[in-house]
């Protein structure tokens, strides 16, 4: 790092002009928050198509016009994005199916979240055999990947939006185990923590006191970053046939359905696939930026 | 080494074993009958009193589990319910074709990636490169890989019909002329089974390549800026070394560490990738067979595959574990 700064030094100290650090500072702000910006639009937008779905829907999600069946983006005039092979109105599907990814990105964080955050900073924090058992467990978990272990759960107990959560959160939770841990390593070793310790706090108001808040930054960062991956993994149970069965629009079982119209509706899937990459973008975006701002380590860039 | 490796082989076990139990306990919560699903439900009492004792499912649940267990390590993973024959060798029928795919796809991670990783690292200050491929990184990680292969396909298949729609070529065919040895004796029609296969992987190991590169740009990058911060590069920096030896004689070098724990972490994402690459594509392979398995409540076969992808993973991260000591001599083995 410290090789990086040095290199940066000379063209600092050349810009010495007056007026130039206005401009400077603007394009500064734009560079550091522009794309956090963005990906608060789009992730706020996603949430507000989510929350106003029967407003903003021009039809019904689950109407069926025969008068429209498979026919591309624009038909009759009312169809903006087509329609698939009910004459269902494929742009009020995404605008619904918004409802389903989202539940499930939130919901499933928060649950892995609340799972692992208490179990890695009670291992992180009282270390000996409690760690190792909750650790081994985690790893067992870690085995598998996200969406592997999203599948086997969701399998055994069957797609719905419940099902759906549970699966992807606990297929989450080993990560925020990990992560909890090791920021807890080296909270603990922290003074605060000797004079909390020293003040006669107990295990417990240690953890919750003082180490969970001192973790909290890092695991927002990359709980939001999860998101983005929980939603992708909804996306991809429901486009193999194991997320919420259809008729109830859900952006992966749009595209699972459509996928058999490709040759002649390659609309279908193509729409509600720029859904799901857009939601997880914004998020990953959010994420991202987030990590660069509050990452001291980064801050130089 | 020894004893380090004998420790690590041990770790692996009870996680190898656990993982295991996961999957069965995960399979036999199942709603679903496996001999209803294969009857249907039109079927007599008897007849399915009958396929319930055939398939050993009446038996206490201990007890399949301590058989399922016992089979495993021998590598038997008993019959598939529904086609009758031996799990075993549906899964080594499969393995190739997702082997094929999983390194096919890691080339094209690899050659975008890795470039992209380290150009994106070293011009990080010149917003005209980085943007780009930090926006290009972002993309490929945001894009389902499922999406991308349907978008290939409705490009290349559908509109301009370069590329097959389905199927993953005659792999079987290929293999068993180079058992038979006709491979050389017949390198004409040997050439054009390979040629076929190719074909049929380029649209799916474009895509899932393509996604993974993302993954494998951002490790490199970050594994870039790791090493180039290091006190042997101002070193060669202070001695004036130009900047293209510092980067491929120092900085390269020292950039195989990190990048090697991203093999383990790569063929994890690659191979749930071959999941949903292989639906896709209506490719044979692992991924399709475990996705096809659990529709059809064929326990053994789902058992099976879940079990031989768990495997894999674990003893990918064991040898990974163990390069990482070859390639880096101040790890000490412990």
């Given at each position: 790092m410290a090789i990086a700064r040095d290199a940066a030094a000379p063209e600092l100290t050349a810009v010495g002009a007056a007026e130039a650090p206005r401009h400077r500072s603007?394009?500064?702000?734009?560079?550091?928050?522009?794309?956090?910006?963005?990906?608060?639009?789009?992730?706020?937008?996603?949430?507000?198509?989510?929350?106003?779905?029967?407003?903003?829907?021009?039809?019904?999600?689950?109407?069926?016009?025969a008068d429209a069946v498979l026919k591309g983006p624009g038909a009759q005039d009312r169809h903006v994005l087509g329609t698939d092979e009910f004459g269902r109105d494929v742009f009020s599907r995404i605008i619904w199916g918004a409802r389903v990814s989202l539940q499930v990105g939130l919901a499933s964080v928060v649950f892995g979240f609340a799972l692992g955050v208490p179990l890695g900073i009670l291992a992180g924090v009282q270390g000996r055999r409690t760690e190792t058992v909750i650790m081994r467990s985690a790893d067992m978990f870690m085995a598998f990947p996200t969406l592997l272990l999203a599948l086997i759960i969701v399998t055994a107990l069957g797609g719905t939006l419940l099902n759906e959560i549970l699966a992807i959160g606990v297929a989450l939770t080993p990560n925020f185990i990990r992560l909890s841990r090791s920021l807890a390593l080296t909270i603990r070793e922290q003074d605060y923590i000797l004079a909390a310790r020293a003040l006669g706090s107990g295990q417990i108001r240690v953890m919750a006191h003082h180490v969970f808040p001192n973790a909290l930054y890092a695991l927002v960062v990359v709980g939001t970053l999860y998101i983005a991956t929980a939603i992708r993994t909804e996306a991809?149970?429901?486009?193999?046939?194991?997320?919420?069965?259809?008729?109830?629009?859900?952006?992966?079982?749009?595209?699972?359905e459509g996928r058999q119209y490709i040759k002649c509706c390659p609309w279908i899937t193509t729409f509600s696939g720029l859904a799901i990459m857009l939601a997880v973008l914004a998020f990953n975006l959010v994420g991202d930026s987030l990590r660069d701002l509050l990452d001291p380590r980064l801050k130089g860039e | 080494m020894i004893t380090y490796v004998l420790r690590r082989v041990?770790?692996?076990?009870?996680?190898?074993?656990?993982?295991?139990?996961?999957?069965?306990?995960?399979?036999?919560?199942?709603?679903?009958?496996?001999?209803?699903?294969?009857?249907?439900?039109?079927?007599?009492?008897?007849?399915?009193?009958?396929?319930?004792?055939?398939?050993?499912?009446?038996?206490?649940?201990?007890?399949?589990?301590?058989?399922?267990?016992?089979?495993?390590?021998?590598?038997?993973?008993?019959?598939?319910?529904?086609?009758?024959?031996?799990?075993?060798?549906?899964?080594?029928?499969?393995?190739?074709?997702?082997?094929?795919?999983v390194l096919a796809s890691a080339v094209v991670a690899a050659l975008v990636g890795v470039p992209i990783g380290i150009v994106s690292a070293l011009k990080r200050r010149n917003p005209l490169v980085d943007y780009p491929l930090r926006i290009f990184a972002l993309l490929g990680l945001s894009?389902?890989?499922?999406?991308?292969?349907?978008?290939?396909?409705?490009?290349?298949?559908?509109?301009?019909?370069?590329?097959?729609?389905?199927?993953?070529?005659?792999?079987?065919?290929?293999?068993?002329?180079?058992?038979?040895?006709?491979?050389?004796?017949?390198?004409?029609?040997?050439?054009?089974?390979?040629?076929?296969?190719?074909?049929?992987?380029?649209?799916?190991?474009?895509?899932?390549?393509?996604?993974?590169?993302?993954?494998?740009?951002?490790?490199?990058?970050?594994?870039?800026?790791?090493?180039?911060?290091?006190?042997?590069?101002?070193?060669?920096?202070?001695?004036?070394?130009?900047?293209?030896?510092?980067?491929?004689?120092?900085?390269?070098?020292?950039?195989?560490?990190?990048?090697?724990?991203?093999?383990?972490?790569?063929?994890?994402?690659?191979?749930?990738?071959?999941?949903?690459?292989?639906?896709?594509?209506?490719?044979?392979?692992?991924?399709?067979?475990?996705?096809?398995?659990?529709?059809?409540?064929?326990?053994?076969?789902?058992?099976?595959?879940?079990?031989?992808?768990?495997?894999?993973?674990?003893?990918?991260?064991?040898?990974?574990?163990?390069?990482?000591?070859?390639?880096?001599?101040?790890?000490?083995?412990?």
């Open positions: 603007l394009r500064r702000a734009l560079r550091r928050y522009g794309p956090i910006g963005i990906g608060l639009v789009m992730a706020l937008a996603m949430v507000i198509m989510a929350a106003a779905a029967p407003w903003l829907a021009p039809l019904s999600p689950s109407a069926q016009f991809g149970l429901s486009f193999l046939g194991l997320g919420i069965p259809p008729p109830t629009p859900s952006w992966g079982n749009i595209l699972s | 041990l770790v692996a076990i009870p996680m190898l074993l656990g993982a295991m139990s996961i999957v069965f306990f995960a399979m036999r919560v199942l709603p679903g009958d496996p001999c209803v699903a294969m009857m249907g439900d039109q079927a007599t009492t008897e007849a399915l009193a009958d396929c319930t004792r055939n398939l050993g499912l009446n038996r206490p649940l201990a007890l399949q589990y301590a058989d399922y267990v016992w089979r495993s390590v021998r590598f038997d993973f008993g019959n598939s319910f529904r086609q009758g024959y031996p799990v075993n060798e549906y899964i080594a029928r499969m393995f190739p074709h997702t082997l094929v795919l894009m389902p890989v499922f999406w991308l292969g349907i978008l290939l396909l409705i490009v290349f298949s559908l509109r301009l019909d370069l590329f097959p729609l389905i199927g993953g070529g005659d792999l079987d065919g290929v293999l068993a002329m180079i058992r038979s040895g006709e491979a050389f004796t017949q390198p004409r029609d040997f050439l054009a089974a390979v040629g076929d296969v190719l074909h049929h992987l380029v649209l799916p190991a474009l895509a899932l390549g393509f996604t993974l590169a993302a993954t494998v740009s951002r490790l490199s990058r970050s594994a870039m800026l790791e090493v180039i911060s290091q006190d042997y590069i101002r070193t060669a920096r202070a001695k004036g070394q130009r900047e293209r030896a510092i980067v491929y004689k120092h900085a390269l070098r020292n950039m195989m560490v990190p990048l090697l724990t991203i093999i383990g972490l790569f063929v994890a994402i690659a191979l749930t990738g071959t999941v949903l690459t292989e639906t896709v594509f209506t490719r044979p392979g692992l991924g399709k067979m475990l996705v096809d398995s659990i529709n059809a409540r064929d326990y053994p076969l789902a058992q099976g595959a879940i079990t031989v992808f768990t495997m894999i993973i674990i003893m990918v991260n064991l040898v990974v574990d163990m390069l990482y000591a070859v390639v880096d001599p101040r790890i000490t083995y412990r």
